[in-house]
């Protein structure tokens, strides 16, 4: 602690010098050599040295240069690479021809930058144009599709959501599967809102919060994922599921630039296969058909007390469609403004932005406010110094959901009698709702509370000092904080006559502290003109804390709700403290022969609190070659060959995402006789380690006709010593101990494709990924098959693919008698669900995923088309069995798809005949009526825009003036029975909060 304290006091004594020693630093502007239009984006680097920038909107950049730098190399996707000598110059403006595909774009990766030429690891960035425009509040969700390997899947449409992230695969079974964040160079601390290691989500009082959203979209210059060993592994223990690196924008030099944006759209809820409940009269008519399958009479007056009795006389009484009651158009509106500029010496980007979502359910909202600050300023011609800094506050309003609650708006909207009245006589909300145990969702939005509030500070500071050319020194040091706050009560105005301890308060208080140093030594050099040399050390250290105080206060004064109106006596309290350290040494080797013959190693070793002490250091290695055959002799007469590359890279990395003590043999309170004390959760384990994941791949990078370019790789990861509970004897006192002793594989191909179709006034680029990833289970401590221990409806089985459902084989519907069929054991078919056989009936990973995305240019209109798609995975609808129950689920509305049941002999239907009460288990839990597959092809982002020409913004003294029409998630094709077919990586889930579409307008301007 005393060291990362230091380290930041030297940042801000330093931040007061103020010498005045020259820099020299080259600006200038990059144009289309076809309509002088500005290019933003353009990779600008030193011919020869990894140092480089790109082109901002305005397609202008700023440059630091060695004083002794020659040439500068521009170049761009389709456009013509083009090298211009310095020249003594200060200001350089360059104009670039449409052309081909560029081979040097300048990417972040591990603590420095490289070229597409240069790179022996599987890295694929996202740039800032695809980021942009987008309506999203954060960044991940505008990853789905556009990168091979990388699945983002939604768990909720809820605004402000967060996305599960898988890079080749699920790695891990009890360790985290996220990758790792690293913001400007430091690891961002995870929050709850992050996925847990189950595919879960933890949070107090939202349904779903994602860290990721204290960030502005629009602050992010690049997202760059680390997918192998190669361009992971020097991250080491935390780099089992690969990382993603965010770069966030940078001040150009010159005159101040500033950027306004605003947009404002709506939402509704995705229905793209006509999913919805029955009408009255068909529901009514179900209800008939259920009571007379039970042998009763439904126009009998004296079954009006069993439930049983449904005359036509309902249909004229008032009705209601509950779904239009609960959902509404949703509201989307975001303003920005942001300012860029500086002198040679000093260089600075700000903005601040307002995002606020209105959910399409009722009492639903995500608000956020952030304010970013990044200077960049050189003190003399060795000496730099610059921060990092982001603020926010985000407040999410929430009700029930992510569960079958009857308060959750969805499952409540396709459950209640269409007869039942939404208001009462007073004209207030309709409590008396029986079918929905008395509660009414549009009440419990009005009245009730549930939100969460956080506050998050992340700031990052460096000083870099070079000493002699080719050798530089550097500290970063960043502060990664957040405060939140959480209050859930159950009002009294929302209770169908509540008892005085109903109305009931819930409170939190939870911080979140992160502090991190990483100190670099990095030197450089080329040696005979041939040989290019680049080594760096590093050394890390990490101190996470966590605190967390939560109340409960059953019988708070209604006109004064809060803790101190309750009974003392019947409150309750709860505290919590966890914190983790980390501190890691590590280093680099970089060699490349004459730009041929390209070898890169890495090593780190990682000391962690969390593991035992017998087992606190990992080491984690990788090695990594690369051979650019198009610059050998052999090729020069291939010239319609402009980057042939050959990759192939091994390495261990690891996983300490595991709980901060499970090494040790803890202790929990226990009650006995009224006495209070500890007793043994768990035994001691001082040789608990790491999970390993060792990584092979081979890689293979192209560009041909000056058009075309793309990579393929084919890869293998294993993930060894896995954690898993291995069973006791329950003489121990114990049923398991945590161990390492589990095996997992994932291998997989991938293929990207970027093309330049269209060049001259219409320009069109097309890119495409696709990918397919297939994990094995190779070992589960000596069992074949172990349950999920956070559901009966998954298993892990030696042989198949990680996620697995065991589910009752279900086999359709009797033609003769309409009763719903099963497979036994020994293949026979039964109406007995007793008999049923349960077996592993499919999985929900995919069995390929991917994505295209279209760009159309014609002067300064600009239309852009996103999609994605799965194919191969199942998903589980277990919500159904109460919406198409067959009459289990009595007196309670159906969903349309349920109208397909059996009515007459010989009939061949979909669902079973409904009964009155139905006990014959045909909607039972866990069998695979439920299952179906979860292909879809999404639409998901359409924008077009137009960007005024410059000589009538010139008159108004504008840069730039873009306006824009945006729609995200604009059509999904599926065949799945329900909203959207996106249910997170298990597949499952229950009363999940749909997907939604978004129309956005927006107004870009810059002046």
């Given at each position: 602690m005393k060291k990362i304290v230091f380290f930041f006091s030297i940042l801000l004594f330093m931040g007061t010098l103020a010498l005045n020693a020259q820099t020299r630093v080259i600006t200038g502007k990059v144009t289309s050599a076809e309509d002088s239009e500005p290019i933003p984006g353009v990779s600008i680097s030193v011919l020869g040295t990894t140092l480089g920038t790109v082109s901002n909107i305005d397609g202008e950049f700023s440059l630091q240069v060695p004083e002794d730098a020659q040439t500068l190399v521009f170049s761009f996707v389709g456009m013509t690479r083009k090298e211009v000598a310095v020249e003594g110059r200060s200001v350089i403006n360059v104009q670039l021809e449409s052309e081909m595909i560029g081979v040097e774009e300048v990417m972040v990766v591990a603590y420095g930058t490289t070229s597409r030429e240069a790179k022996t690891g599987s890295v694929t960035q996202v740039t800032a144009e695809q980021i942009a425009d987008v309506p999203v509040s954060s960044f991940d969700k505008v990853l789905s599709g556009k990168l091979a390997g990388v699945t983002v899947t939604a768990?909720?449409?809820?605004?402000?959501?967060?996305?599960?992230?898988?890079?080749?695969?699920?790695?891990?079974?009890?360790?985290?599967?996220?990758?790792?964040?690293?913001?400007?160079?430091?690891?961002?601390?995870?929050?709850?809102?992050?996925?847990?290691?189950?595919?879960?989500?933890?949070?107090?009082?939202?349904?779903?919060?994602?860290?990721?959203?204290?960030?502005?979209?629009?602050?992010?210059?690049?997202?760059?994922?680390?997918?192998?060993?190669?361009?992971?592994?020097?991250?080491?223990?935390?780099a089992a599921n690969g990382v993603i690196l965010?770069?966030?924008?940078?001040?150009?030099?010159?005159?101040?630039?500033?950027?306004?944006?605003?947009?404002?759209?709506?939402?509704?809820?995705?229905?793209?296969?006509?999913?919805?409940?029955?009408?009255?009269?068909?529901?009514?008519?179900?209800?008939?058909?259920?009571?007379?399958?039970?042998?009763?009479?439904?126009?009998?007056?004296?079954?009006?007390?069993?439930?049983?009795?449904?005359?036509?006389?309902?249909?004229?009484?008032?009705?209601?469609?509950?779904?239009?009651?609960?959902?509404?158009?949703?509201?989307?509106?975001?303003?920005?403004?942001?300012?860029?500029?500086?002198?040679?010496?000093?260089?600075?980007?700000?903005?601040?932005?307002?995002?606020?979502?209105?959910?399409?359910?009722?009492?639903?909202?995500?608000?956020?406010?952030?304010?970013?600050?990044?200077?960049?300023?050189?003190?003399?011609?060795?000496?730099?110094?610059?921060?990092?800094?982001?603020?926010?506050?985000?407040?999410?309003?929430?009700?029930?959901?992510?569960?079958?609650?009857?308060?959750?708006?969805?499952?409540?909207?396709?459950?209640?009698?269409?007869?039942?009245?939404?208001?009462?006589?007073n004209g207030k909300y309709n409590l008396n709702i029986p079918e929905n145990a008395y509660t009414n969702p549009r009440a419990t939005a009005a009245y009730d509370d549930q939100w969460e509030k956080q506050y998050r500070f992340l700031g990052t500071g460096f000083l870099e000092w070079e000493p002699v050319k080719g050798l530089k020194i550097k500290t970063t040091n960043s502060a990664d904080l957040t405060s939140a706050e959480g209050r859930r009560y159950w009002s009294e105005d929302g209770a169908y006559e509540p008892a005085p301890e109903d109305v009931a308060l819930q409170t939190t208080t939870s911080l979140y502290r992160q502090l991190t140093t990483s100190n670099t030594v990095n030197y450089s050099n080329v040696f005979d003109d041939v040989h290019n040399l680049r080594v760096l050390a590093g050394q890390e250290a990490t101190v996470y804390d966590f605190w967390y105080y939560y109340t409960w206060a059953p019988g708070v004064d209604p006109d004064m709700p809060y803790l101190n109106t309750a009974t003392s006596d019947d409150d309750d309290a709860d505290y919590d403290n966890t914190s983790w350290t980390l501190l890691s040494y590590f280093g680099i080797l970089d060699y490349n022969y004459n730009g041929k013959y390209y070898l890169q190693a890495s090593f780190r070793a990682d000391g962690s609190s969390r593991f035992g002490t017998d087992t606190k250091w990992g080491n984690f290695y990788s090695v990594g070659a690369s051979w650019n055959i198009h610059e050998e002799s052999f090729m020069d007469n291939l010239t319609w060959i402009d980057l042939l590359k050959l990759r192939a890279s091994y390495g261990i990395n690891g996983n300490n995402e595991i709980g901060d003590y499970d090494q040790f043999g803890v202790y929990g309170s226990r009650q006995y006789n009224g006495v209070s004390g500890l007793g043994p959760d768990n035994l001691a384990n001082p040789k608990l380690s790491w999970e390993l994941n060792t990584s092979y791949n081979i890689g293979l990078d192209f560009n041909i006709f000056r058009r075309l370019s793309g990579n393929i790789d084919v890869y293998k990861r294993v993930t060894s010593d896995m954690l898993l509970d291995k069973p006791l004897s329950r003489t121990t006192g114990f049923t398991s101990i945590t161990t390492n002793i589990g095996e997992l594989s994932n291998r997989g191909i991938e293929l990207q494709l970027e093309g330049n179709i269209l060049s001259g006034p219409v320009k069109?680029?097309?890119?495409?990924?696709?990918?397919?990833?297939?994990?094995?289970?190779?070992?589960?401590?000596?069992?074949?098959?172990?349950?999920?221990?956070?559901?009966?409806?998954?298993?892990?089985?030696?042989?198949?693919?990680?996620?697995?459902?065991?589910?009752?084989?279900?086999?359709?519907?009797?033609?003769?008698?309409?009763?719903?069929?099963?497979?036994?054991?020994?293949?026979?078919?039964?109406?007995?669900?007793?008999?049923?056989?349960?077996?592993?009936?499919?999985?929900?990973?995919?069995?390929?995923?991917?994505?295209?995305?279209s760009m159309v240019t014609w002067k300064g209109l600009a239309l852009n088309v996103a999609v994605e798609y799965k194919i191969g995975n199942e998903v589980l609808i277990e919500e159904n069995r109460y919406l198409t129950s067959d009459g289990y689920n009595w007196d309670s509305n159906q969903v349309s798809t349920a109208l397909n049941y059996w009515t007459t002999m010989g009939e061949v239907a979909d669902n079973p005949k409904p009964i009155f009460n139905n006990s014959t288990n045909s909607s039972g839990f866990r069998n695979t009526r439920w299952m179906q597959r979860g292909d879809y092809l999404r639409l998901k982002d359409v924008t077009l825009s137009y960007t005024i020409p410059q000589k009538y913004t010139d008159k108004l003294n504008l840069g730039a003036v873009k306006v824009y029409g945006s729609g995200y998630n604009v059509y999904t094709f599926h065949d799945v029975d329900y909203w959207d077919p996106e249910r997170g990586v298990d597949g499952m889930g229950f009363g999940i909060y749909p997907m939604t579409k978004t129309f956005v307008f927006g107004l870009d301007v810059m002046f």
């Open positions: 768990t909720s449409g809820q605004p402000g959501a967060a996305s599960q992230i898988r890079i080749r695969g699920t790695s891990s079974i009890n360790a985290g599967n996220e990758p790792l964040y690293v913001i400007d160079g430091v690891p961002a601390m995870a929050l709850p809102g992050d996925s847990d290691r189950d595919g879960s989500q933890d949070y107090f009082f939202t349904n779903t919060m994602n860290a990721l959203s204290t960030l502005n979209p629009n602050d992010i210059e690049s997202v760059t994922v680390l997918k192998d060993a190669a361009a992971a592994s020097i991250y080491g223990s935390r965010v770069t966030t924008k940078s001040g150009q030099a010159g005159k101040t630039k500033f950027s306004v944006r605003a947009k404002y759209g709506i939402s509704q809820l995705a229905n793209d296969n006509n999913y919805g409940t029955m009408s009255p009269k068909q529901l009514l008519t179900y209800f008939r058909d259920g009571v007379r399958n039970a042998g009763d009479d439904p126009d009998n007056p004296a079954n009006a007390n069993d439930s049983k009795y449904y005359p036509m006389e309902l249909l004229s009484r008032p009705l209601t469609n509950w779904m239009d009651a609960f959902t509404r158009l949703g509201q989307t509106q975001e303003y920005e403004l942001s300012a860029n500029g500086g002198s040679e010496k000093t260089k600075y980007f700000t903005s601040g932005s307002y995002h606020s979502s209105e959910g399409v359910f009722h009492g639903i909202s995500f608000e956020k406010m952030q304010f970013r600050t990044n200077v960049d300023h050189a003190i003399n011609d060795k000496l730099t110094i610059g921060t990092r800094v982001n603020a926010a506050y985000t407040e999410s309003n929430d009700v029930s959901m992510q569960s079958l609650y009857f308060a959750n708006p969805l499952f409540a909207g396709m459950l209640i009698l269409p007869w039942t009245p939404l208001y009462d006589e069109w680029d097309l890119s495409f990924n696709i990918a397919r990833n297939i994990s094995e289970v190779a070992d589960l401590a000596g069992n074949d098959q172990i349950e999920s221990d956070y559901s009966s409806r998954l298993f892990y089985v030696v042989g198949e693919r990680l996620f697995t459902y065991y589910l009752y084989d279900y086999e359709g519907v009797d033609p003769v008698d309409g009763n719903a069929l099963w497979r036994t054991e020994d293949g026979q078919l039964t109406s007995d669900y007793g008999k049923a056989r349960r077996y592993f009936a499919g999985s929900p990973e995919p069995d390929w995923y991917g994505g295209l995305s």
